[in-house]
């Protein structure tokens, strides 16, 4: 996109530019603070937060905080930090992900190289899906859930997160599918070869990029997912969203900001990683999933 | 036929059994997720819609009871409150984030050096969970020794900032963490819809003698449209579905001063085992969504077909 840089400024002058700038700093400084502040109030004391200020770098660093939250501090009557529930999303979030990845390729495969009659309603079905607000499938899917004994479980929570996550998968692999040229799936077609060989021999070997768009996605959104977990899912199997919060709302004794804060940064850690190390991709999903709203 | 697949059937004698399957399979494949959808969106919606039409507290009941849900819901001082904050949150978010949106897109727009890197950071809150934010934001909104007590320390003494704990003032604190987690968003679309306008069209233009503020005001941010319209389709999505920003930030709180219909529904489906309540709150916000986003995205697509 580079050689589309505009000249647009070209009239603004030095002045202008110096203003630019400054507005573009000062901005990126306020996105910055709230990152800077969970990270400089995690490693303080509380004698240091009480003592200083939001701004105030720690009088003596100590990752006190950091392993309180991890393994010490009470997320309403359990007091075992957010250790149990981390690896509780990591074991519901994997498998949601890979599931709903796969069965996305494979429905925009058949929306775009197999259409048959009705296809096309079915996917717009589908797409309408991605609007309804979640509130008004939650009592249903409570009792549905217990109807199949699997409420409160890592079964019931990825089952759910795969079924309200097709709709995205499925847009995305359609989307990419349909701008590919169909030519090779048509000649494999007439060669005789049949469904699963073309998705496999042909389809799958050039879906890498839009199967690492949907992964970051359907991770992202699942992770950092709290209605779904704080409904369907209590005590030891609650995902990480859902202790973080009930961390922070126990109220036992002092309130602990610099715990609440390392809590924060470790439930938010995994995505901010992915989106540090994957932003391209990241970037690329969200205005992919832009276009479905 | 691959090898695979030949290998397999070889024991399959009637080859136009194989073919009825093989001609069955993207029927076959597409089926469950359209089972899913039929029975799990449009089924559940159903369900949800007949347990607002009846007396269930704490358990189900399937007697149909009329209308008493939302008559009690409309009579609810609470509910109202609730819709009031999303009215409140959902036009001060939605315009707080098209304008420093746009703003910033149009700054990042002027070759700009280290554009990546600052586009990065405008973008990252939006990896992070609501949570995570409005843990984040609470503290620095606390009043005790947060922004207000900051400020203070710098010599304003009389300085008050205690939105976040102030009844009537909470649902504007929500705005400040919601703008802060999404703006980058918005920014990003609209500089991917600034890099799609036309050069050609601008330079002419500014050969006729525009200047930069005339160009954009009259040439290029009407030539965004199509972008106003996903980011507000989005960002009104956002809005009306908005649970865990204030469950992070507020609770709802103080009292329920700062209850949105998502913690109202919560709220009363689950905590107080008032279901039929919670179902025709559901269908409430359903059925905003359904009026606000189907205009809007009709009028959208009627203009792509027209274009």
Known sequence: ?293 | MSSATSAGAASVPAHSWRQAVENALPRIVLGPTLLCALVFIYGFIAWTAWLSFTESRLLPRYELAGLVQYITLFENDRWWIAVRNLAIFGSLFMGVCLALGLLLAILLDQRIRAEGFLRAIYLYPMALSFIVTGTAWRWILNPGLGAQQLVRQMGFENFTFDWIVTPGMSIYAVVIAGAWQSTGFVMALFLAGLRGVDDAVIKSAQVDGAGPVRIYTSIIIPSLRPVFFSALIILAHIAIKSFDLVMALTGGGPGYSSDVPATFMYTFAFNRNQIGLGAASAMMMMLTIVAVLVPMIYAETGRHRRG
């Open chain 1, 1 to 293: 996109m580079a050689e589309l840089q505009r000249t647009r400024a070209a009239g603004a002058g030095a002045a202008g530019r110096v203003v630019v700038y400054a507005l573009l700093v000062a901005f990126a400084l306020y996105y910055l603070m709230p990152l800077f502040v969970m990270v400089t109030t995690s490693l303080k004391t509380l004698d240091d937060i009480r003592a200083g200020n939001l701004l105030a770098l720690p009088g003596q660093v100590t990752f006190d905080a950091w392993s309180r939250a991890w393994s010490g501090a009470c997320t309403g009557v359990r007091c075992e930090g957010l250790r149990v529930n981390f690896w509780n999303s990591v074991s519901f979030v994997l498998p949601a992900v890979l599931i709903s990845t796969l069965i996305g390729a494979f429905n925009g495969y058949v929306l775009t190289m197999w259409r048959f009659r009705g296809s096309d309603v079915m996917f717009t079905m589908l797409l309408l899906g991605c609007f309804i607000p979640f509130q008004v499938v939650l009592l249903p899917m409570a009792q549905t859930l217990g109807y199949l004994g699997i409420a409160n479980s890592i079964a019931g929570l990825v089952f759910v997160h795969v079924v309200y996550g097709l709709a995205f998968t499925t847009l995305f692999f359609r989307n990419f599918y349909v701008s590919l040229p169909d030519g090779m799936v048509k000649a494999a077609r007439v060669d005789g070869a049949g469904f699963f060989t073309i998705f496999w021999r042909i389809i799958l070997p050039i879906s890498p990029p839009i199967i690492v768009v949907c992964v970051i996605w359907q991770f992202t959104q699942i992770w950092n997912d709290f209605l779904f977990g704080v409904v369907f899912s209590s005590g030891e199997r609650q995902p990480i969203t859902v202790a973080l919060n009930n961390l922070v709302n126990t109220s036992t004794g002092v309130k602990e900001y610099n715990v609440d804060m390392a809590a924060a940064i470790i439930a938010g850690l995994p995505t901010l990683l992915v989106y540090v190390v994957a932003g391209k991709y990241f970037m690329r999903g969200l205005t992919a999933g832009a276009v479905k709203g």
